[in-house]
């Protein structure tokens, strides 16, 4: 077997927090939102696209429970900008930064990474492309 990329990445949200995934995702990020059939009520989730071959479905639910260090660290998205330009679109969105490495290792390498945490308590990195 040969894998090739993520195709998608299930996360849990409240079921009350759409419109905050949407304004973290879509509006502070950046990252495009497809919900046209959750809103149709003909799929329980919806996406945020990260490119044309990778999504999060994110499922809104009763029964979310915050992530924990224990089961959850993050997950890493790459992304065009360098790390500078990536800390000031976030300033720019009023998102706060975790932290900055200069070069974790990832799966194309090393290069620079701003880590976030989106309103449910989910860490992303965004990296740097190698």
């Known amino acids: 077997m040969r894998a090739r990329h993520v195709d998608h990445v299930n996360l849990r949200i409240p079921a009350d927090g759409a419109d905050d995934a949407r304004e ?3 509006e502070a990020l950046g990252f495009g939102i497809e919900d046209a059939l959750y809103a149709a009520d003909e ?3 919806f996406d945020v696209r990260l490119s044309a071959t990778a999504v999060i479905h994110l499922w809104p639910t009763d029964e979310f429970e915050p ?3 224990m089961n959850y660290d993050h997950v890493a998205v790459v992304v ?5 330009e990536i ?3 976030l300033a ?4 706060e930064v975790e932290k900055t ?8 390498g090393e290069a ?3 880590y976030v945490r989106d309103p449910f308590g989910y860490r992303v990195e965004l990296k740097a492309r190698v």
Request: net charge negative.
């Open 101 to 108: 490495l200069d070069s974790p290792l990832g799966a194309t």
């Open 43 to 45: 799929k329980p989730f």
């Open 87 to 89: 800390e000031a679109e």
């Open 24 to 26: 973290f995702y879509g």
């Open 92 to 95: 720019e969105a009023g998102v």
């Open 80 to 84: 065009e900008e360098p790390v500078d």
């Open 67 to 69: 992530p924990e260090r």
């Open 112 to 114: 620079g990474a701003v």
